[in-house]
């Protein structure tokens, strides 16, 4: 799943529905949830993926670029598995052959929707973070005190992330390690978080949030049956 979406990635991240660093995200995220999935396998690699995630039927899904008739495959076993209704899912604005695809199957725009807006920025100049006197930048591999560094994210309000959730998160992912970073106070006592996606190197086979092209954006809307 991952090299697929470094493949996808490297075809066009305009399309792309998620990312390492969202999939290393969404695997590891959930203690005890169970999600409906399906593979699908050409050879020794995954060519389409499909999660249904509970409560309700969202699907989260990803199709090699160069196999489009796959959707089809895909929304078919998504009707097929999903024990609610309605269904929903995302699709990236630019995936003109995906949105096709689901306007044959009875989605249409929920224009009333949350929806996401994927921006990209070139990483190649990015000034030194200041940070207030006082306090200083640490990142979770120097930190490895996952009870110290949570409340900050626990209680800004906008996460429902346990604990234990926090463990699966700080697990061998690209979201673990150097990826994050915490704001820490001379005490100490952690005042604030944030991450970024891993940027790739020239060898590597990590997708990253950077573009060729600085100042792109697109975004994913949800799609209703």
């Not at 959730?165 to 100490?188: I, V």
Request: proline residues 8%; hydrophobic residues 40%.
């Amino acid at each position: 799943m991952q090299r697929l979406a470094e493949h996808a990635w490297r075809i066009d991240s305009l399309t792309t529905q998620e990312t390492v660093g969202e999939l290393a995200w969404m695997t590891r995220q959930h203690v005890g949830l169970d999600w409906t999935r399906q593979l699908w396998i050409d050879g020794d690699g995954v060519v389409a993926w499909a999660w249904i995630k509970p409560p309700g039927a969202r699907l989260f899904w990803e199709v090699d670029p160069r196999g489009s008739e796959l959707m089809d495959e895909v929304l078919d076993w998504f009707e097929r598995e999903a024990a609610e209704r309605p269904l929903q899912t995302a699709v990236r604005a630019r995936n003109a052959a995906a949105i096709e695809a689901l306007e044959r199957y009875g989605f249409a725009h929920d224009s009333e929707a949350p929806w996401i807006r994927w921006n990209a920025r070139d990483l190649d100049e990015i000034e030194e973070p200041r940070v207030p006197s006082g306090y200083r930048l640490s990142t979770m591999a120097e930190t490895p005190d996952l009870a110290a560094r949570s409340p900050p994210t626990l209680s800004a309000g906008w996460t429902r992330r346990t604990l234990p959730e926090f463990s699966n998160l700080s697990g061998p992912t690209p979201t673990a390690g150097a990826a994050a970073w915490h704001g820490q106070r001379a005490c100490p006592r952690y005042a604030a978080s944030g991450g970024r996606a891993p940027r790739v190197a020239s060898s590597g086979r990590v997708a990253t949030t950077a573009t060729p092209f600085p100042g792109s954006s697109t975004s994913r809307s949800a799609f209703v049956s």
